[in-house]
């Protein structure tokens, strides 16, 4: 089946400092990648929708200016959570539909923990 | 606008009893419809799916889920739960024209007990 990595798997990071999630396809392309965060015992918020070659499209209240977004090649997405505070803390998931934008099956990372002290 | 409501935050049952998790959604296009797995600190896995065709769709492990257009409804069921169903269960709806956006539900924790 699909895979869909991310890395790293957990971070700690002092408030203030910024960090940078990955999310890989390994075994297919994806024009198209999506960024979540999911608070403790709570569902996924959809917070962007990652384009190859073109700007993040953010959903609303996100803000674009602390959540940056870079769809470096058609099997890499990067996240970066830019001066970080105690409330960014999370659980980021990436996700990938495999075969298009006509495809609606997706298959999603494992997560990434984020803590910021 | 597009939604999905899982009306039981949890679930407890005893082992081997049949369980079912409801998901229900709104909607004004076609809808494609995803049953969703979570343990605690991992990712999401796929459990289960409706895309078109039968109506009734089932997974590997005993799950199934019915799409009833009528009462915008997408039900999970199991017949005999095992200690190892224990998770987070999402429901998830994405829709036509909507470029593969997924909406969650909030999620329904399972609980088997002994």
């Known amino acids: 089946g699909a895979v869909v990595s991310q890395h790293p798997s957990w971070v700690i990071c002092k408030s203030g400092t910024s960090v940078k999630i990955e999310c890989r396809s390994l075994d297919f392309q994806a024009t198209t990648m999506f960024w979540y965060r999911q608070f403790p015992k709570q569902s996924l918020m959809l917070m962007a929708t990652?384009?190859?070659?073109?700007?993040?499209?953010?959903e609303q209240g996100v803000e674009k200016d602390k959540f940056l977004i870079n769809h470096a090649s058609l099997t890499l997405s990067t996240l970066t959570v830019t001066s970080a505070h105690p409330e960014d803390s999370s659980f980021y998931i990436c996700?990938?539909?495999?075969?298009?934008?006509?495809?609606?099956?997706?298959?999603f990372g494992p997560g990434t923990r984020l803590t910021v002290t | 606008a597009q939604s999905v409501t899982q009306l039981d935050s949890q679930v407890p049952v005893f082992e081997e009893a049949p369980v079912e998790l409801r998901c229900n959604y709104s909607?004004?296009?076609?809808?494609?419809l995803f049953w969703y797995v979570q343990y605690p600190n991992q990712g999401l896995q796929l459990l289960l799916k409706?895309?078109?065709?039968?109506?009734l769709v089932e997974s590997i492990n005993g799950f199934e889920a019915e799409f009833n257009k009528s009462q915008t409804s997408f039900h999970l069921r199991k017949p005999s739960v095992h200690i190892s169903d224990t998770a987070e269960y999402f429901c998830?709806?994405?829709?036509?024209?909507?470029?593969?956006?997924?909406?969650f539900g909030a999620g329904t924790r399972l609980a088997v007990h002994p």
């Open positions: 990652s384009n190859e070659g073109s700007k993040a499209t953010y």
């Open positions: 909607s004004s296009v076609s809808v494609y």
């Open positions: 409706y895309l078109s065709g039968s109506t």
């Open positions: 998830a709806v994405s829709f036509s024209g909507g470029y593969n956006k997924l909406i």
């Open positions: 996700s990938a539909p495999r075969g298009g934008t006509g495809s609606y099956e997706q298959y």
